[in-house]
C-alpha cells in the first residue's frame, strides 16, 4: 500500500493537534481499537473506555500496528 494512504495530518481540525506529537497521524482520529484489548494507555470510568492519553494509533508505525490488532481480534 502507498505510504500517503498510511499517514496524514489534519491541521485545519480545531482539535489539532489533540496529541502532542510530531507529524500526529489522524488517520484513526476516531480509533478502531476501541471496542478491543488494544494494550493502549487508557483508563476505564464507570464502564467507559477513555483514550485521551494513548497515542498508538497516531504515532509513527500506527497504521501496521492497527492492522496487526485487527487482524488478531477478528481472528479469534
Not at 489539532?16 to 510530531?22: A, S, T
Amino acid at each position: 500500500m502507498p505510504e500517503g494512504f498510511k499517514h496524514f495530518s489534519n491541521t485545519a481540525c480545531e482539535f489539532y493537534p489533540c496529541h502532542h506529537l510530531e507529524n500526529q497521524n489522524c488517520l484513526f482520529c476516531y480509533c478502531p481499537l476501541y471496542t478491543f484489548e488494544c494494550g493502549g494507555n487508557y483508563t476505564v470510568r464507570d464502564g467507559v473506555k477513555d483514550c485521551s492519553d494513548c497515542v498508538l494509533v497516531h504515532g509513527e508505525g500506527s497504521f501496521e500496528f492497527v492492522q496487526v490488532k485487527l487482524k488478531e481480534a477478528f481472528r479469534k
